[in-house]
């Protein structure tokens, strides 16, 4: 299983970034996806995540109202829109895809997660 990101960049605050998920080699439609997060000298932190059948989305309290997470079942990618973005959404950013057969349960924690992509660095300057 693949899970490669893209759409990473610099930005300035107020501005906004759509970030992409490619998934291969899973049925896509049985997997939950999420968005995570990390920060230099911080931990990891889960942003965003939607259930396989997008019936379900689930976000952290900072970026409720920002961010919006979607998902093309049919072009096997995810997505995280941000916009309003913050010098504290600098980080780099992690995809993960969770095996979820007939559930529509969204992890919160990054064990729940069976694949991860390399991240994205996004970039907010103040």
């Known amino acids: 299983v693949q899970v490669v990101e893209s759409g990473g960049g610099l930005v300035q605050a107020g501005g906004s970034l759509r970030l992409s998920c490619a998934v291969s080699?899973?049925?896509?439609?049985?997997?939950?996806m999420a968005w995570f997060r990390q920060a230099p000298g911080k931990e990891r932190e889960f942003v965003a995540g939607i259930s396989r059948t997008s019936g379900r989305t689930s976000f952290t309290d900072s970026v409720k109202g920002r961010f919006t997470i979607s998902r093309d079942n049919a072009k096997n990618t995810a997505y995280l829109h941000m916009n309003s973005l913050k010098p504290e959404d600098t980080a780099v950013y992690y995809c993960a895809a969770a095996a979820a057969f007939y559930s529509e349960n969204i992890p919160l924690s990054g064990g729940g997660y069976d694949y991860w992509g390399r991240g994205t660095q996004v970039t907010v300057s103040s």
């Open positions: 080699g899973r049925t896509f439609s049985n997997v939950a």
